[in-house]
């Protein structure tokens, strides 16, 4: 394919990016297809001699989109969000096309310094303290991660290395591999699996800490379990907190886990995946009070902010702690401005040496919405949410089960797991929306999360009466087996 054939063929995928998104809604969400569907429908190899465009074209709708989960689809409820724009479409497209890899400021010094600036601009945006940006001479900054898990690693790992080399200046008679063993990081019981994954691959132990009646966090409870550890001669290095958790949007307590934190020289990692794009919006700011307190913060604006995926924004007080952990300096990738202060090189921020040039998607989505279409983004989701859950509190048969703060509603029939477990299945089976579970103190519970773009009222509405009459009919059904036993 050469330039000319390239402008044709790309401006026929632009057009089909763009009638696969305006038309989305027609398409069933969730795909018809079983496991293995897809090796018999191609080759078993790669072709000897080149196919045309158009051979490869036709294949789209024939072999990929009948295997495609529409996670844009206004009728897609389950999980987050997943974010997409028309300017982040186009910012990857540019990104695509440059294609520089920009490990290091000399490899592309664009890449490297408007990312800097952006992570500086949305770090504003959210009224992160001053510490926690690069500006002209701070000591932290922002960086773009691939996702909230490598975001948590690299704060663990980090953690991990300062502690180690900490304990080793007071007791040098203690050998690595002592302390390793009697390393162990904490996290909220509600927290995201990858916090206890990226325990498991930092190779340190890692501990629940209870949450409570609202499925938060707080100090008390962290405290005791801290107090208890030490006592066993346990050394504690690191805490997750987690600022809008999976199941159901709760909140630990910043204030009160925060000063635990410091006094005990605990690393403070701030897990804000999906929430923390609601923290441009003043209202809803107060969530993040607190993380004054935090060595490490992150969120996804790949997850609601209209940035695709994958933009995962991570900022630390101090950036010389990730240095620190993560720096070597071979001569092939060393470069003459290295050391004059001036210049990031965001291979020592990060697991990979390569990186994207991501921060472009941010550069177009934040010009071209503006804060405030961010913000009018934001509040029209968390008023459909509780538009559903309106609903919900309409109908008795239902109830909600924790507290709708943001974008999600957390609800189930009243009635025993198995009947909420067949609720969601005639859901799912049905096909016309999309939703996943939780589990909430032993409760079987339904998630509906509002995640597209173009979802509005009437789709709200459609979802509401659809679960409600699967849910009229599996109760006459259930009541029949019922009365037959």
Not at 114 to 127: Q, R
Not at 198 to 208: D, E, M, R, S
Not at 360 to 367: A, E, S, T
Not at 442 to 447: A, G, I, P, Q, S
Request: charged letters at 25%; hydrophobic letters at 40%; aromatic letters at 10%.
């Amino acid at each position: 394919m050469d330039a000319a054939e390239f402008r044709k063929r790309g401006k026929e995928m632009v057009d089909y990016v763009a009638d696969y998104l305006e038309k989305i809604e027609k398409r069933q969400v969730f795909p018809d297809v079983e496991p293995g569907y897809l090796r018999p429908l191609i080759a078993d190899c790669a072709p000897q001699d080149p196919e045309s465009f158009e051979d490869v074209f036709k294949d789209i709708e024939k072999i990929i989109m009948p295997g495609v989960t529409h996670w844009h689809s206004p009728y897609f409820f389950a999980y987050f969000p997943s974010a997409s724009s028309f300017p982040a479409l186009l910012a990857d497209m540019l990104c695509g096309g440059i294609g520089c890899v920009g490990f290091s400021w000399a490899a592309s010094p664009a890449c490297t310094e408007l990312e800097t600036v952006m992570l500086d601009w949305l770090g504003k945006m959210i009224n992160l303290p001053e510490e926690f940006l690069a500006g002209k001479d701070g000591q932290g900054g922002g960086v773009i991660q691939g996702s909230a898990s490598e975001a948590t690693l690299i704060a663990l790992l980090a953690a991990r290395t300062k502690t180690i080399r900490q304990v080793q200046s007071e007791k040098p008679e203690l050998t690595e591999t002592e302390i390793m063993g009697r390393l162990v990081a904490y996290a909220s019981d509600q927290a995201h699996s990858s916090v206890e994954r990226a325990a498991l691959i930092g190779a340190v132990k890692i501990k629940n800490v209870p949450s409570d009646d609202t499925f938060s966090v707080g100090g008390s409870a962290l405290k005791k379990v801290l107090d208890e550890d030490k006592a066993a001669g346990l050394i504690p290095f690191f805490f997750c907190a987690t600022l809008g958790t999976t199941s159901c949007c709760s909140f630990d307590k910043l204030l009160e886990l925060g000063p635990i934190c410091n006094k005990e020289n605990i690393w403070m990692h701030i897990d804000a995946a999906y929430a923390g794009s609601a923290f441009i919006c003043p209202e809803f700011r107060h969530f993040l009070n607190g993380v004054e307190f935090a060595d490490s913060f992150n969120f996804n604006p790949h997850k609601w902010l209209l940035v695709n995926f994958d933009c995962s924004a991570m900022w630390v007080k101090k950036r010389s702690d990730l240095i620190g952990a993560f720096k070597l300096e071979p001569l092939y990738l060393q470069h003459h401005h290295q050391e004059s202060g001036l210049v990031t090189d965001y291979r020592h921020w990060q697991i990979p040496l390569g990186r994207r040039f991501r921060s472009l998607k941010l550069w177009f989505v934040l010009r071209m919405y503006g804060v405030k279409g961010l913000q009018e983004h934001i509040r029209k989701h968390i008023r459909l949410s509780h538009q559903f859950e309106h609903l919900v509190l309409q109908d008795e048969r239902f109830e909600i089960c924790a507290e709708v703060v943001l974008g999600l509603v957390c609800f189930r029939l009243k009635g025993s797991n198995e009947l909420n477990e067949a609720l969601l299945k005639s859901i799912n089976d049905a096909k016309k929306i999309h939703l996943v579970p939780c589990h909430l103190q032993e409760k079987f519970v339904l998630r509906f999360a509002i995640c597209s773009r173009t979802v509005e009222s009437t789709h709200i509405k459609f979802a509401w009466q659809h679960i409600s009459q699967l849910a009229t009919d599996l109760l006459k059904t259930w009541e029949q087996n019922h009365q037959q036993q």
